[in-house]
């Protein structure tokens, strides 16, 4: 089925690591993206990974590809309050390579 | 920088009327995406346009609902008879015809049935 899950809620303290987690269904995506969406705004591509790479960095962003165990991972380092958001993982299906389905997504808050 | 633009931001329109959204997408994209996305939740797919083709439209688009791009350019999003369900924000998105090519979204239009 088509289905991607992800936790609703992340609070973490302004400096530190964050890390939302997402794990998806479809075995035979060959992309999956991270978008960041801010009170009253669309949706803002942040990173994508695709399905034959393990890990990609850039700058504070960090993207983790475990395909054996369908999970993806988002690490923002040194989280700032400017990355209150909520992030939403997402999966390029191959069945319909233009059809690309999102979780719920995961509203990250930051403590001062 | 000429991102995705959809018109109008904000629509609050009463059950039983019609009303038409426009997306204008990223000029060199050929592809065009609408999705639905209310409270809580991430955007659905609705419908995909390869220029100016539908090329595949979601079990949610019921038949009050329809879209064109009839220049491969613009696109609208009509739905008619509206229904209180249907309040929710409507976004637009586009990216090249490429296996890799990510979607780029704009603002989305909020409708709101009373």
């Known amino acids: 089925g088509e289905d991607v899950e992800q936790s609703l809620f992340l609070s973490v303290r302004e400096g530190d690591s964050s890390v939302i987690n997402c794990t998806y269904t479809?075995?035979?995506?060959?992309?999956l993206y991270w978008y960041k969406q801010e009170p009253g705004a669309g949706l803002q591509l942040l990173t994508y990974?695709?399905?034959?790479?393990d890990m990609k960095q850039d700058q504070r962003l960090t993207v983790l590809l475990n395909k054996k165990d369908k999970h993806l991972s988002l690490r923002i380092a040194d989280t700032q309050t400017g990355d209150s958001a909520i992030y939403f993982c997402?999966?390029?299906?191959?069945?319909?390579?233009?059809?690309?389905?999102f979780g719920s997504g995961t509203r990250l808050s930051i403590r001062p | 920088d000429t991102g995705v633009s959809q018109d109008p931001r904000h629509k609050i329109t009463k059950r039983g009327q019609n009303v038409t959204f426009r997306c204008d997408p990223i000029?060199?994209?050929?592809?065009l995406y609408w999705y639905r996305q209310t409270l809580g939740q991430g955007p659905e797919f609705l419908t995909y346009?390869?220029?100016?083709?539908?090329?595949?439209k979601s079990r949610l688009l019921s038949d009050r609902f329809s879209a064109e791009r009839p220049k491969g350019s613009f696109s609208t999003l009509e739905i008619q008879r509206t229904e209180q369900g249907d309040s929710a924000m409507y976004l637009c998105?586009?990216?090249?015809?490429?296996?890799?090519?990510?979607?780029?979204f704009g603002n989305g239009t909020r409708l709101t049935v009373t």
């Open positions: 990974i695709f399905s034959n790479m």
């Open positions: 346009f390869q220029n100016e083709a539908q090329l595949e």
């Open positions: 000029s060199e994209h050929n592809r």
């Open positions: 998105a586009s990216s090249f015809d490429a296996g890799d090519s990510p979607l780029h």
């Open positions: 997402a999966e390029n299906l191959y069945s319909s390579a233009s059809k690309i389905i």
């Open positions: 479809d075995s035979s995506s060959t992309y």
